[in-house]
């Protein structure tokens, strides 16, 4: 077999962990979500402020202020109960009807603004198919090794694929010319924390360095995922302080893609026996639900 | 699709371009300042006004500018500030990341008044430690129901010295 055919084996069918991983990748996920919906914006705010100008011929959710909180009730009992461990069809499909609708309607909000977060609903549909509880998984229902396998390198290579796009981007709107640091000697000023504001008083040397290490990081972080594959517990470790400085500096931590390095890199597949195991006591587990489709 | 959003540079629901930061600052920005002050006259700020809406400082910053510079509706800009202020007072939020903390009044106190400016600053010369020191200012909207801003001198502007304001910006719906 050719080398890359033997690394296209070890990512995608013969990923060693592949089931521990994705049961603390659901775990990662179910909190995240769960956090999300738990500091979005009240309904009232949203209804009130919404922006209802043109939006290109597209049709608008029109949730008023108590749709809106029911609906992000909703979300938040399902997702919590997945996460839990309740495998029930109806509660998969209203976690992910409920928070999709949800965060659709937050990104209409203003379409001036920003949507960021998406890869949580990717997260939850994918993860929720089918049985990722590790351990605790109904067999029936459990991927097969190859399918678990094939499932965490997508989320595996879609946690790199975030950075390209993000590091084209800049490239993109910028050219070769963001390079120059003012983006970032700029946006320590405006959105620093205390160190960032000190660093937008330094030498813009050191913007135009960090601009550069930003970037390169950003659109090789897949190149060497896949060149590094053996060793992607330390691109993860990489992943990890690259946020921590970008949230010491900036006050933006970016956490709802970052926390996926832990479970997609860091944290040694035994981990999944631990958790499961004080899992096992959930009351929707011990109920069974787990074993109704 | 999504790197087709990242070329074009957009971003539409459930698509993400993931272009943070895309986009070339220059040595001067425009911004926006808030003064709040209670019903004996003290006040917090200038300070940055993300802390007046409990959501993303970024959806903040865009409703305000739709709210005074798109629309010109001074009842709903007065609307609006009052609101702002009864959720200061009444319902304050903790910060979470990219949700800032509700501002608060200093202990015991109640906002009454409420001061949007807009002010211009040049990176390499204001202190970005000191919101205050800035390249102009301007009050964009006073919603002051019980006259305590009025009798308040100009907040304490630090202007850069000999330094031409730029032309004001055009904010347009895109």
């Known amino acids: 077999m050719s080398r890359s055919g033997a690394l296209f084996r070890q990512i995608f069918v013969d990923q060693e962990g592949a089931h521990e991983r994705l049961a603390l990748a659901r775990l990662t996920t179910g909190a995240a979500i769960l956090r999300t919906i738990w500091k979005l914006p ?26 809106y909180e029911a609906l992000r009730g ?57 049985d990722t509880r590790g351990s605790l998984a109904d067999p029936d229902r459990a991927p097969s090794p190859e399918t678990a396998s094939a499932m965490m390198a997508a989320l595996q290579l879609y946690y790199a694929w975030v950075y390209l796009q993000s590091g084209v981007a800049k490239l993109r709107v910028g050219g070769l010319g963001w390079l ?54 330390w691109l993860g470790a990489v ?55 | 699709m999504q790197l087709w959003h990242t070329l074009r540079n957009t971003n539409r629901w459930p698509w993400c371009s993931y272009n943070m930061f895309a986009y070339r600052k220059r040595a001067r920005a425009w911004q926006l300042r808030v003064r709040l002050i209670t019903g004996d006259g003290q006040q917090v700020g200038p300070a940055d006004p993300w802390g007046l809406l409990p959501m993303e400082f970024f959806r903040v910053v865009s409703t305000l500018e739709r709210i005074f510079f798109t629309e010109q509706d001074h009842a709903a800009r007065e609307e609006f500030c009052r609101e702002v202020l009864a959720r200061l007072n009444d319902r304050p939020w903790r910060g979470w990341d990219e949700v800032k903390a509700a ?66 910006p055009q904010y347009q719906e895109n």
Not at chain 2, 129 to 137: F, I, P
Request: proline share 6%; hydrophobic share 45%; charged share 20%.
């Open chain 1, 239 to 293: 992943s990890l302080t690259f946020h921590a400085a970008v949230k010491a500096t900036l006050d933006i931590s970016f956490w709802h893609h970052a926390s996926y390095a832990v479970p997609l890199f860091l944290l040694p597949a035994r981990t999944e026996h631990a958790v499961s195991a004080a899992l096992r006591f959930s009351p929707l587990l011990t109920r069974r639900c787990h074993n109704v489709r």
């Open chain 2, 103 to 168: 501002l608060a009044p200093p202990a015991g106190q109640r906002f009454a008044a409420m001061e949007l400016y807009l002010v211009e600053v040049d990176f390499d010369q204001c202190d970005p430690s000191d919101r205050t020191y800035v390249v102009s200012a301007e009050l964009l909207h006073r919603h002051d129901p019980s006259a305590v801003a009025a009798e308040l001198p100009q907040p304490q502007w630090r202007f850069v010295a000999e330094c031409d304001p730029s032309p004001q």
């Open chain 1, 42 to 67: 009240p309904g009232e705010a949203l209804e009130r402020y919404r922006f209802d100008g043109a939006p290109s011929g597209r049709s608008r959710p029109m949730l008023d202020a108590r749709q």
């Open chain 1, 74 to 130: 909703v979300a938040f009992i399902s997702v919590a109960a997945w996460t839990l461990g309740c495998e029930q069809a109806g509660v998969r499909f209203a976690a992910n009807a409920a928070f999709a609708a949800l965060q659709r309607h937050v990104a209409h909000f203003d379409q001036r603004a920003w949507n960021y977060n998406s890869n949580l609903n990717l997260a939850l549909l994918m993860l929720s198919v089918t």
């Open chain 1, 180 to 233: 120059d640091g003012r983006t970032l000697h700029g946006s320590w000023a405006e959105l620093g924390t205390r160190l960032g504001r000190r660093l937008a008083r330094t030498d813009r040397r050191l913007a135009v360095s960090a601009s550069a290490l930003s970037l390169l990081f950003e659109l090789l972080f897949p190149v060497a995922l896949l060149c590094a594959w053996r060793h992607r517990e």
